[in-house]
Protein backbone atom coordinates (compact mmCIF):
# COMPACT_ATOMS: atom_id res chain seq x y z
CA UNK A 1 0.00 0.00 0.00
CA UNK A 2 2.72 2.39 1.13
CA UNK A 3 4.57 1.56 -1.95
CA UNK A 4 1.23 2.36 -4.08
CA UNK A 5 1.20 5.59 -2.43
CA UNK A 6 4.95 6.28 -2.95
CA UNK A 7 4.42 5.83 -6.88
CA UNK A 8 1.41 8.14 -7.59
CA UNK A 9 3.08 10.79 -5.45
CA UNK A 10 6.38 10.17 -7.73
CA UNK A 11 4.00 11.03 -10.78
CA UNK A 12 1.90 13.48 -9.45
CA UNK A 13 5.08 15.04 -8.88
CA UNK A 14 6.33 15.06 -12.36
CA UNK A 15 3.25 15.66 -13.85
CA UNK A 16 3.03 19.49 -12.18
CA UNK A 17 6.61 20.06 -11.21
CA UNK A 18 7.22 23.50 -12.40
CA UNK A 19 10.85 21.91 -14.01
CA UNK A 20 9.07 19.29 -16.36
CA UNK A 21 6.08 21.88 -17.55
CA UNK A 22 8.79 23.99 -18.41
CA UNK A 23 10.48 21.47 -20.54
CA UNK A 24 7.53 20.10 -22.20
CA UNK A 25 6.47 23.67 -23.26
CA UNK A 26 10.00 24.02 -24.69
CA UNK A 27 9.86 21.07 -26.41
CA UNK A 28 6.34 21.13 -27.57
CA UNK A 29 7.55 24.96 -29.64
CA UNK A 30 10.10 23.38 -31.19
CA UNK A 31 9.35 23.85 -35.65
CA UNK A 32 11.11 20.15 -36.25
CA UNK A 33 10.82 21.12 -40.00
CA UNK A 34 14.05 23.36 -39.10
CA UNK A 35 15.72 20.08 -38.04
CA UNK A 36 15.07 18.33 -41.24
CA UNK A 37 17.45 18.22 -44.06
CA UNK A 38 16.79 20.09 -47.24
CA UNK A 39 15.85 17.50 -49.30
CA UNK A 40 13.56 15.76 -47.14
CA UNK A 41 11.96 19.13 -46.41
CA UNK A 42 10.48 18.88 -50.46
CA UNK A 43 9.54 15.32 -50.40
CA UNK A 44 5.97 13.83 -50.53
CA UNK A 45 5.45 10.50 -49.67
CA UNK A 46 5.03 7.95 -52.24
CA UNK A 47 1.58 6.37 -52.58
CA UNK A 48 0.91 2.95 -53.28
CA UNK A 49 -2.07 1.83 -54.82
CA UNK A 50 -5.15 1.86 -52.97
CA UNK A 51 -5.44 -1.24 -50.19
CA UNK A 52 -8.59 -3.79 -50.84
CA UNK A 53 -9.16 -3.43 -46.92
CA UNK A 54 -9.29 0.47 -47.27
CA UNK A 55 -11.66 0.79 -50.07
CA UNK A 56 -14.11 -1.85 -48.55
CA UNK A 57 -14.10 0.58 -45.30
CA UNK A 58 -14.71 3.11 -46.73
CA UNK A 59 -17.34 3.12 -49.03
CA UNK A 60 -18.82 -0.40 -48.16
CA UNK A 61 -18.14 -2.54 -51.30
CA UNK A 62 -17.40 -5.83 -51.56
CA UNK A 63 -15.99 -8.41 -54.27
CA UNK A 64 -13.08 -5.93 -55.09
CA UNK A 65 -10.78 -5.72 -58.00
CA UNK A 66 -7.58 -4.07 -57.59
CA UNK A 67 -5.71 -3.57 -60.83
CA UNK A 68 -3.55 -0.87 -59.45
CA UNK A 69 -0.25 -1.73 -58.66
CA UNK A 70 0.83 -4.61 -61.44
CA UNK A 71 1.05 -7.18 -59.16
CA UNK A 72 0.54 -10.73 -60.09
CA UNK A 73 -2.93 -12.19 -60.64
CA UNK A 74 -2.11 -15.78 -60.72
CA UNK A 75 -0.95 -14.95 -57.36
CA UNK A 76 2.79 -16.26 -55.72
CA UNK A 77 4.81 -18.70 -57.11
CA UNK A 78 3.98 -22.22 -55.89
CA UNK A 79 7.21 -23.51 -55.62
CA UNK A 80 7.89 -20.27 -53.31
CA UNK A 81 5.01 -21.47 -51.26
CA UNK A 82 6.18 -24.36 -50.59
CA UNK A 83 10.00 -23.36 -49.83
CA UNK A 84 8.23 -20.70 -47.26
CA UNK A 85 7.78 -23.88 -44.38
CA UNK A 86 11.32 -24.14 -43.38
CA UNK A 87 11.96 -20.55 -42.35
CA UNK A 88 8.79 -20.80 -40.51
CA UNK A 89 11.02 -22.67 -37.79
CA UNK A 90 13.31 -20.35 -37.33
CA UNK A 91 11.11 -17.09 -37.09
CA UNK A 92 13.67 -16.19 -33.53
CA UNK A 93 16.64 -16.20 -35.53
CA UNK A 94 18.23 -13.61 -37.95
CA UNK A 95 18.17 -14.02 -41.49
CA UNK A 96 21.45 -15.01 -43.26
CA UNK A 97 22.64 -11.45 -43.78
CA UNK A 98 24.47 -12.44 -46.63
CA UNK A 99 21.92 -13.81 -48.80
CA UNK A 100 24.80 -16.45 -49.40
CA UNK A 101 21.95 -18.73 -51.31
CA UNK A 102 19.70 -16.76 -53.33
CA UNK A 103 22.77 -14.58 -54.61
CA UNK A 104 24.69 -17.81 -55.67
CA UNK A 105 21.59 -19.21 -57.44
CA UNK A 106 20.89 -15.56 -59.07
CA UNK A 107 24.92 -16.07 -60.38
CA UNK A 108 24.03 -19.35 -61.73
CA UNK A 109 21.32 -18.78 -63.72
CA UNK A 110 22.46 -14.92 -65.16
CA UNK A 111 26.02 -17.02 -65.67
CA UNK A 112 27.53 -13.70 -63.08
CA UNK A 113 29.56 -13.96 -59.85
CA UNK A 114 27.77 -13.45 -56.55
CA UNK A 115 30.03 -11.02 -55.95
CA UNK A 116 28.38 -8.66 -58.35
CA UNK A 117 25.05 -9.31 -56.58
CA UNK A 118 23.18 -6.73 -54.27
CA UNK A 119 20.02 -8.02 -52.51
CA UNK A 120 17.55 -5.36 -51.63
CA UNK A 121 13.76 -5.31 -49.25
CA UNK A 122 12.21 -4.95 -52.92
CA UNK A 123 14.05 -3.16 -55.87
CA UNK A 124 13.03 0.27 -54.08
CA UNK A 125 15.42 -0.54 -51.45
CA UNK A 126 18.39 -1.34 -54.84
CA UNK A 127 17.21 2.17 -55.85
CA UNK A 128 17.82 3.88 -52.19
CA UNK A 129 21.31 2.04 -51.68
CA UNK A 130 22.68 3.25 -55.16
CA UNK A 131 21.74 6.99 -54.65
CA UNK A 132 22.61 6.96 -50.92
CA UNK A 133 26.03 5.51 -52.33
CA UNK A 134 26.31 8.06 -55.20
CA UNK A 135 24.78 11.51 -54.59
CA UNK A 136 24.98 14.31 -52.55
CA UNK A 137 24.30 17.97 -52.62
CA UNK A 138 27.13 18.46 -54.87
CA UNK A 139 25.79 16.33 -57.31
CA UNK A 140 22.98 15.10 -59.77
CA UNK A 141 20.83 12.55 -61.16
CA UNK A 142 18.80 12.35 -64.60
CA UNK A 143 15.71 10.84 -65.30
CA UNK A 144 12.89 11.40 -67.74
CA UNK A 145 9.81 12.90 -67.44
CA UNK A 146 6.38 10.16 -67.07
CA UNK A 147 9.39 7.83 -65.26
CA UNK A 148 9.20 5.93 -62.19
CA UNK A 149 8.57 8.58 -58.95
CA UNK A 150 11.25 6.69 -56.56
CA UNK A 151 13.74 7.85 -58.90
CA UNK A 152 13.33 11.93 -57.66
CA UNK A 153 12.25 10.65 -54.41
CA UNK A 154 15.62 9.18 -53.88
CA UNK A 155 17.94 11.86 -55.51
CA UNK A 156 15.88 14.38 -53.41
CA UNK A 157 16.08 12.59 -50.30
CA UNK A 158 20.50 12.73 -50.87
CA UNK A 159 20.14 16.70 -51.29
CA UNK A 160 20.98 15.87 -55.01
CA UNK A 161 19.18 17.68 -58.03
CA UNK A 162 16.95 15.80 -60.17
CA UNK A 163 17.19 16.60 -63.55
CA UNK A 164 14.26 15.53 -65.75
CA UNK A 165 14.68 15.14 -69.41
CA UNK A 166 11.36 16.32 -71.47
CA UNK A 167 10.37 12.20 -72.61
CA UNK A 168 8.76 12.19 -76.50
CA UNK A 169 5.39 14.27 -77.02
CA UNK A 170 2.02 11.97 -77.76
CA UNK A 171 1.99 12.13 -81.18
CA UNK A 172 5.90 10.60 -81.44
CA UNK A 173 6.27 7.19 -82.18
CA UNK A 174 7.72 6.50 -78.98
CA UNK A 175 5.01 8.40 -77.23
CA UNK A 176 5.71 9.43 -73.59
CA UNK A 177 8.76 7.64 -73.79
CA UNK A 178 12.21 7.92 -73.11
CA UNK A 179 14.41 10.71 -75.28
CA UNK A 180 17.98 9.05 -74.63
CA UNK A 181 19.44 12.36 -76.85
CA UNK A 182 17.45 14.63 -74.38
CA UNK A 183 18.79 12.82 -71.32
CA UNK A 184 22.44 12.86 -72.68
CA UNK A 185 22.47 16.73 -73.25
CA UNK A 186 21.79 16.81 -69.39
CA UNK A 187 24.84 15.23 -68.43
CA UNK A 188 27.62 17.65 -66.75
CA UNK A 189 30.40 16.80 -64.98
CA UNK A 190 28.45 16.92 -61.91
CA UNK A 191 26.32 13.52 -63.43
CA UNK A 192 26.86 10.70 -61.09
CA UNK A 193 23.74 8.86 -61.86
CA UNK A 194 20.92 8.35 -64.96
CA UNK A 195 17.95 6.09 -64.22
CA UNK A 196 16.13 4.12 -66.63
CA UNK A 197 13.09 2.49 -66.53
CA UNK A 198 12.95 -0.64 -69.76
CA UNK A 199 9.85 -0.52 -69.53
CA UNK A 200 9.33 2.18 -67.65
CA UNK A 201 6.58 2.45 -65.18
CA UNK A 202 3.94 3.65 -65.78
CA UNK A 203 4.08 4.37 -69.70
CA UNK A 204 5.01 0.54 -70.37
CA UNK A 205 7.41 2.49 -72.91
CA UNK A 206 10.86 0.51 -73.88
CA UNK A 207 14.04 0.94 -75.17
CA UNK A 208 15.24 -1.65 -77.94
CA UNK A 209 18.99 -2.86 -77.79
CA UNK A 210 20.84 -0.65 -80.34
CA UNK A 211 19.52 2.50 -78.79
CA UNK A 212 20.33 1.79 -75.31
CA UNK A 213 23.62 0.07 -76.15
CA UNK A 214 24.90 3.31 -77.98
CA UNK A 215 23.33 5.83 -75.49
CA UNK A 216 25.70 3.43 -73.17
CA UNK A 217 28.56 4.10 -75.17
CA UNK A 218 27.87 7.96 -75.20
CA UNK A 219 28.00 8.41 -71.38
CA UNK A 220 31.07 8.70 -69.44
CA UNK A 221 32.54 6.21 -67.51
CA UNK A 222 32.42 8.08 -64.12
CA UNK A 223 28.15 8.08 -64.63
CA UNK A 224 26.97 5.49 -63.02
CA UNK A 225 23.98 4.16 -65.46
CA UNK A 226 20.97 2.80 -63.33
CA UNK A 227 18.28 0.00 -65.47
CA UNK A 228 15.30 -0.35 -63.68
CA UNK A 229 13.94 -4.00 -65.27
CA UNK A 230 10.92 -4.72 -62.76
CA UNK A 231 9.33 -5.99 -65.87
CA UNK A 232 11.94 -7.87 -67.47
CA UNK A 233 10.37 -11.29 -67.41
CA UNK A 234 7.19 -10.36 -69.38
CA UNK A 235 8.73 -9.02 -72.43
CA UNK A 236 8.80 -11.00 -75.69
CA UNK A 237 10.02 -8.55 -77.78
CA UNK A 238 12.56 -9.65 -79.70
CA UNK A 239 14.97 -6.40 -79.81
CA UNK A 240 14.94 -5.88 -76.11
CA UNK A 241 17.90 -6.15 -74.76
CA UNK A 242 19.16 -8.79 -71.48
CA UNK A 243 21.49 -5.30 -69.94
CA UNK A 244 23.28 -8.38 -67.33
CA UNK A 245 25.01 -9.16 -70.51
CA UNK A 246 26.58 -6.05 -70.86
CA UNK A 247 28.27 -5.62 -67.62
CA UNK A 248 31.27 -6.45 -68.74
CA UNK A 249 32.05 -4.30 -71.42
CA UNK A 250 29.98 -1.41 -69.12
CA UNK A 251 31.60 -1.39 -66.01
CA UNK A 252 29.28 2.04 -64.89
CA UNK A 253 26.33 -0.21 -65.64
CA UNK A 254 23.74 -0.99 -62.83
CA UNK A 255 20.74 -3.26 -63.87
CA UNK A 256 17.73 -3.58 -61.25
CA UNK A 257 15.41 -6.24 -60.83
CA UNK A 258 12.43 -7.88 -58.53
CA UNK A 259 10.98 -10.94 -57.69
CA UNK A 260 7.60 -8.75 -56.78
CA UNK A 261 6.34 -8.90 -60.05
CA UNK A 262 6.15 -11.90 -62.02
CA UNK A 263 6.98 -13.96 -59.34
CA UNK A 264 4.31 -12.61 -57.59
CA UNK A 265 5.89 -12.30 -54.05
CA UNK A 266 5.34 -8.41 -53.76
CA UNK A 267 4.47 -8.79 -50.08
CA UNK A 268 8.05 -10.47 -49.70
CA UNK A 269 9.69 -7.60 -50.66
CA UNK A 270 12.77 -9.05 -52.18
CA UNK A 271 14.79 -7.25 -55.14
CA UNK A 272 18.67 -7.27 -56.32
CA UNK A 273 21.09 -5.45 -58.79
CA UNK A 274 23.62 -6.85 -60.72
CA UNK A 275 26.65 -4.77 -61.45
CA UNK A 276 30.57 -4.51 -61.72
CA UNK A 277 31.96 -6.22 -58.32
CA UNK A 278 33.55 -2.88 -56.86
CA UNK A 279 29.73 -1.22 -57.35
CA UNK A 280 28.27 -4.03 -55.61
CA UNK A 281 30.98 -3.86 -52.67
CA UNK A 282 30.15 -0.25 -52.37
CA UNK A 283 26.91 -0.51 -52.68
CA UNK A 284 27.05 -3.15 -49.62
CA UNK A 285 29.00 -1.44 -47.59
CA UNK A 286 25.77 0.83 -46.81
CA UNK A 287 23.37 -1.93 -47.48
CA UNK A 288 21.65 -2.37 -43.74
CA UNK A 289 21.90 -5.69 -42.04
CA UNK A 290 19.11 -8.30 -42.34
CA UNK A 291 17.68 -5.94 -44.72
CA UNK A 292 16.51 -9.38 -46.77
CA UNK A 293 14.02 -11.70 -44.40
CA UNK A 294 14.10 -15.44 -44.17
CA UNK A 295 10.98 -16.17 -45.65
CA UNK A 296 11.79 -13.73 -48.62
CA UNK A 297 14.99 -15.35 -49.01
CA UNK A 298 13.38 -18.48 -48.97
CA UNK A 299 10.45 -17.96 -51.39
CA UNK A 300 13.01 -15.88 -53.85
CA UNK A 301 15.77 -18.83 -54.48
CA UNK A 302 12.89 -21.36 -55.00
CA UNK A 303 10.67 -19.17 -57.45
CA UNK A 304 13.92 -18.52 -59.56
CA UNK A 305 13.04 -22.49 -60.61
CA UNK A 306 9.37 -21.90 -61.47
CA UNK A 307 9.94 -22.29 -65.01
CA UNK A 308 5.64 -22.77 -65.33
CA UNK A 309 4.92 -19.61 -63.14
CA UNK A 310 6.96 -17.21 -65.33
CA UNK A 311 5.78 -19.20 -68.56
CA UNK A 312 1.39 -18.90 -67.22
CA UNK A 313 2.09 -15.49 -66.26
CA UNK A 314 3.60 -13.86 -69.58
CA UNK A 315 1.07 -15.90 -71.27
CA UNK A 316 -2.04 -14.23 -69.09
CA UNK A 317 -0.32 -10.87 -69.63
CA UNK A 318 0.05 -11.16 -73.19
CA UNK A 319 -3.21 -12.13 -74.20
CA UNK A 320 -4.82 -9.41 -71.47
CA UNK A 321 -3.00 -6.90 -73.50
CA UNK A 322 -4.26 -7.93 -76.51
CA UNK A 323 -7.71 -7.77 -74.71
CA UNK A 324 -7.22 -4.30 -73.84
CA UNK A 325 -5.78 -3.05 -77.00
CA UNK A 326 -8.94 -4.71 -78.96
CA UNK A 327 -10.97 -2.43 -76.41
CA UNK A 328 -9.36 0.47 -76.46
CA UNK A 329 -9.85 0.40 -80.65
CA UNK A 330 -13.47 -0.53 -80.13
CA UNK A 331 -14.14 2.09 -77.84
CA UNK A 332 -11.95 4.79 -79.55
CA UNK A 333 -10.25 4.92 -76.22
CA UNK A 334 -6.73 5.92 -76.47
CA UNK A 335 -3.90 4.48 -74.89
CA UNK A 336 0.05 4.15 -74.12
CA UNK A 337 1.07 0.73 -75.85
CA UNK A 338 2.89 -1.52 -73.63
CA UNK A 339 5.02 -3.97 -73.05
CA UNK A 340 5.06 -4.47 -69.16
CA UNK A 341 1.82 -5.79 -67.09
CA UNK A 342 -0.38 -2.92 -67.46
CA UNK A 343 -1.64 -0.21 -69.67
CA UNK A 344 -2.14 3.55 -69.00
CA UNK A 345 -5.46 4.67 -70.69
CA UNK A 346 -6.63 8.18 -71.66
CA UNK A 347 -9.95 8.31 -69.87
CA UNK A 348 -10.10 12.55 -70.95
CA UNK A 349 -10.01 15.41 -68.54
CA UNK A 350 -12.43 13.87 -65.77
CA UNK A 351 -9.75 10.96 -64.94
CA UNK A 352 -9.89 11.46 -61.22
CA UNK A 353 -13.56 11.31 -62.03
CA UNK A 354 -13.09 8.22 -63.30
CA UNK A 355 -10.62 6.69 -60.74
CA UNK A 356 -13.69 7.37 -58.71
CA UNK A 357 -16.88 5.65 -60.20
CA UNK A 358 -14.81 2.95 -60.66
CA UNK A 359 -13.62 2.55 -57.15
CA UNK A 360 -17.71 3.14 -56.19
CA UNK A 361 -18.18 -0.12 -58.45
CA UNK A 362 -15.41 -1.99 -56.59
CA UNK A 363 -12.27 -1.81 -59.08
CA UNK A 364 -8.98 -0.30 -57.96
CA UNK A 365 -6.69 1.59 -61.05
CA UNK A 366 -4.45 4.06 -60.54
CA UNK A 367 -4.77 7.68 -61.06
CA UNK A 368 -0.99 9.05 -62.67
CA UNK A 369 -1.32 13.07 -63.04
CA UNK A 370 1.44 12.92 -60.41
CA UNK A 371 3.61 11.62 -63.62
CA UNK A 372 2.55 14.44 -65.85
CA UNK A 373 -0.42 12.47 -67.36
CA UNK A 374 -3.53 14.02 -65.90
CA UNK A 375 -5.94 12.39 -68.11
CA UNK A 376 -4.62 8.30 -68.24
CA UNK A 377 -5.38 5.89 -65.54
CA UNK A 378 -2.84 2.98 -65.27
CA UNK A 379 -4.59 -0.41 -65.26
CA UNK A 380 -3.17 -3.69 -64.43
CA UNK A 381 -3.64 -6.52 -66.57
CA UNK A 382 -5.71 -9.10 -64.71
CA UNK A 383 -6.94 -12.49 -65.85
CA UNK A 384 -9.87 -12.75 -68.72
CA UNK A 385 -12.71 -12.06 -66.58
CA UNK A 386 -11.06 -9.72 -64.09
CA UNK A 387 -9.89 -7.54 -67.75
CA UNK A 388 -13.45 -7.96 -68.89
CA UNK A 389 -14.99 -6.61 -66.08
CA UNK A 390 -12.91 -3.65 -65.21
CA UNK A 391 -13.74 -3.06 -69.39
CA UNK A 392 -17.29 -2.93 -68.67
CA UNK A 393 -17.07 -0.57 -65.95
CA UNK A 394 -15.18 1.73 -68.07
CA UNK A 395 -17.30 1.39 -71.23
CA UNK A 396 -20.57 2.21 -68.87
CA UNK A 397 -19.09 5.05 -66.79
CA UNK A 398 -17.75 6.80 -70.35
CA UNK A 399 -21.15 6.26 -71.93
CA UNK A 400 -23.04 7.96 -68.46
Known amino acids: ?54 LERELGVSDTLKLASNENPLGASSQALIALQDPLQT ?40 ARCFLDNTSNAIFSQHAFAVYHIVTQATGAESRVATAYSADHPSAYGHDLEAMLNLIDAQTRIIFIANPNNPTGTWLKAAELESFLQRVPPETIVVIDEAYFEY ?47 LLNRVRQPFNVNSLALAAATAALDDREQVVMSSEINRDGLAQWEKACADHDWNYIPSIGNFICVNVGP ?51
Open 91 to 130: LHLYPDGSGFALKNKLATTLTLEPEQITLGNGSNDVLDLI
Open 1 to 54: MFADKAIDFYYSYLRYSPLIKWIHNMTASIDFQTLAVNGVLGLHPYQPGKPIEE
Open 235 to 281: VSEEKYPDTTKWLERFHNLIVTRTFSKIYGLAALRVGYCVSHAEIAD
Open 350 to 400: DAMDVYDALLHKGIIVRPVANYELPHHLRITIGKKEQNQRCIEALEQILND
